[in-house]
């Protein structure tokens, strides 16, 4: 008989995080201090993260356990099933077996509260009373308002795009249905906020702006702290709850992949997927891990490896990761969440060293393929998932060439349901492409430091 969805019970959720920086070919540069150009340490981090974060920031240990009070909200919808997408296989008449793992069955929409609730449980922990965060068009903020809210006795602001905040409101409703209190950014709250007013008061806001208001209310307020959705080493590493599910259920299909394919803002839902399937990689395993990004922000296909700063104000350290720049402003595509000038370090490093590819791809083709999956397989994917989607399809279509049967996995990170204006616009032939121009690139990269490695 045909099995449509591989479902596992409550019991198997994985009892521990695996941590990849153990099994690293090449050791991780530190992040380094803005002001004195030296590796930060754990005191530096302090004042916005609390120590047990920090600690899995730096940590070599192989697995770190999931804490019980975590595990009792992961049970709210995990594990999430993994399904086999026949109908999609049937359209696109490939020998191809497609698989895909759908983070979309979370409360909040998507993956990101895999790592919500393991940041809120242990601010909570050290007694911290408020998280703070940014969130562009909304997905993060609401994941960690569901989280601090489930678990309770915490506050949450959240500091949204303004363009976002006026253009999609639903988000912000859903926070707020969970508690959190949401400022559009720029906000008169935060020096950074009166910066940009004063000298625009019409200003639409942006990530980097919305960053530097986020850190600097955490830094400025002592019960407070503030959280971050992706790119960091601890946010990976919650995530890869995700990729150890996914190698039970292909146990259990009796399945090896040959491809796994994920889309790249920041790095965590893609790790979260394949760094359980590093180590066989790295003893010569045939797995093709492939992460998938906007033609209009190619940060891994087209940025060099260097150390640049996470947002524009350059109040955070810098990282060595492929970058466009912290000053690139990526074009408004309607995948907000893939528009990040950089990307993980550890998801960096991997590319660098060959253990991981990448490709990227335009919006219109990407929607292309979001509108096959949601004709064939029903749900609508958010704009990011399509990307992912779009380089599944591409494989499918490989194989119905050369007659190959490989086992493809997608990482289906988040459904739509709140992007239908992005959806309209496709409908509508009103969605344009956009290629980062070279020219752009290389005036951003101007402005990054050279860091002496
Ligand atoms: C549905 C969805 N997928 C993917 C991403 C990209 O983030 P990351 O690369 O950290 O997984 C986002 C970010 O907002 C998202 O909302």
Not at 50 to 78: F, N
Not at 356 to 376: D, P
């Amino acid at each position: 008989m045909k099995k449509y969805r591989i479902i596992l019970g409550e019991r198997e959720i994985p009892q521990a995080w695996y941590n990849v920086a153990p099994d690293l070919p090449a050791p991780l540069s530190p992040p380094i201090h803005p002001g004195t150009g030296k590796p930060i340490g754990p005191q530096d981090l302090a004042p916005i993260f609390p120590m047990e974060l920090i600690k899995q920031e730096v940590s070599m240990e192989p697995r770190i356990e999931i804490p019980d009070d975590v595990m009792r909200v992961y049970k709210l919808w995990r594990p999430s099933p993994l399904h086999r997408a026949f109908n999609l296989e049937k359209e696109l008449k490939t020998p191809a077996r497609i698989y895909y793992k759908n983070e979309s069955v979370s409360p909040a929409g998507s993956h990101k509260p895999n790592t919500a609730v393991a940041q809120a449980y242990y601010n909570k922990k050290e007694g911290v009373k408020r998280l703070v965060t940014e969130t562009g068009a909304g997905q993060w903020g609401s994941a960690l308002a569901f989280a601090t809210c489930l678990l309770g006795g915490m506050d949450c602001t959240v500091y949204m795009v303004k363009v976002s905040y006026q253009q999609k409101p639903y988000r912000k409703s859903m926070m707020r249905t969970w508690k959190a209190t949401v400022h559009p950014s720029p906000s008169p709250l935060t020096n950074a906020g009166r910066k940009m007013l004063e000298a625009d008061p019409d200003c639409p806001g942006s990530l980097g702006l919305a960053i530097s208001e986020a850190v600097e209310d955490a830094a400025t307020h002592d019960d407070a702290k503030y959280s971050l959705g992706s790119v960091l080493n601890h946010v990976l590493l919650h995530q890869t709850v995700i990729g150890l599910e996914l190698q039970k259920q292909l146990e259990i299909a009796g399945e090896k992949p040959d491809i796994i394919t994920g889309c790249v803002g920041g790095g965590s839902n893609f790790a979260g997927l394949v760094f359980p399937f590093v180590p066989e990689k790295l003893k010569g395993g045939k797995v093709e891990l492939i992460g998938v990004e906007p033609a209009s922000c190619p940060t891994l296909t087209r940025g060099p490896y260097r150390y640049d700063f996470g947002d524009v104000a350059k109040m955070t350290p810098l990282l060595k990761m492929y970058t466009l720049g912290h000053s690139f402003i990526p074009p408004s595509i309607h995948a907000g969440g893939l528009r990040y000038h950089g990307a993980a370090p550890l998801l960096c490093l991997l590319v660098n060293k060959g253990v991981i590819s990448a490709r990227s791809y335009f919006q219109n083709e990407v929607f292309e393929a979001a509108v096959t999956f949601a004709r064939t397989e029903g749900i609508l994917p958010a704009p990011e998932t399509a990307h992912a989607i779009k380089s599944g399809i591409e494989e499918a279509k490989k194989c119905r060439a050369t007659g190959e049967e490989k086992c493809i996995v997608i990482g289906f990170s988040g459904h739509g349901h709140f992007d239908l204006a992005a959806y309209e616009a496709y409908l509508d032939d009103k969605l344009e492409d956009f290629a980062y121009p070279q020219h752009m690139i290389e005036e951003a990269l101007k402005e990054v430091p050279v860091i002496k490695e």
